[in-house]
């Protein structure tokens, strides 16, 4: 491949923004998702991602080899929430953390199919897919299921057109949204569940993630990768 082309959304910080470095430092072209130095994109507005998506391609001289869908929300909704905020919530993080992704792996795969081409998908999903979250935190890990799935579907359905997909599934990562969550869990016992005794860097998810974007062979697609620190072993 010549300099690859590549989106990532969610790049304004932690996770997003490592991914971000790393593969401009391996020499891509890079298109960032950010409400401050990238393209801004509000994925809780199902136009958004159509609009990301094009302004990509117009950032990129009409050509996106990879896709890496890393945004995503962690709010809390509590069973005890009224009927309609309960559900609002929910909704509202199906929408940023698997819609929006959907929509995006959507004009990906049809953008390679239009030119003849295949391409890659990298979808960052979570721990919380296999393991499931806290009791206020359901709408979180159904969301990152459904990107297990989804990215499985997608391996399966085109690898035969060359277009390969792979999800990494993160623990407790050191961004912002890992530091209020820790800290309003009871960092310690949290830590405690995880054998390597740490959370994970942001670095280390970006060392996966441009395998999976740069490096990693044909044959992997439909891999789910953990970097969780051994706290859940499938």
Partial sequence: MSQPHILVTGSSRGIGAAI???????????????????????????????????????????????????????????????????????EHTMQVN????????????????????GGRIVNIASRAAYRGDSP???????SKAGMVGMTKSIARGYAGQGILAFTI????????????????????KLLADIPLGRVADPEEVATMAKFCALEAPASMTGAVLDVNGASFVR
């Avoid at 698997?98 to 081409?117: D, K, N, P, V």
């Fill in 98 to 117: 698997l819609t929006a992704s959907a929509q995006l792996c959507r004009f990906a795969i049809r953008h390679w199919q239009s030119e003849g081409r």
């Fill in 136 to 142: 206020a935190h359901w709408h979180y890990a159904a």
């Fill in 20 to 90: 971000l470095a790393s593969l401009e430092a391996a020499g891509a072209r890079v298109a960032g998702h950010s409400t401050r130095v990238g393209i801004p994109a509000d994925f809780s507005d199902n136009a958004a991602p159509k609009q990301l998506w094009q302004a990509a391609l117009d950032r990129l001289d009409g050509r996106i080899d990879v896709l890496v869908n890393n945004a995503g929300i962690f709010e809390a909704a509590p069973i005890d929430l009224d009927d309609d905020e309960w559900v609002t919530a929910w």
């Fill in 169 to 188: 599934c993160p623990g407790f990562t050191m961004t912002g949204m890992a530091e209020d969550y820790l800290e309003s869990r009871g960092g310690d």
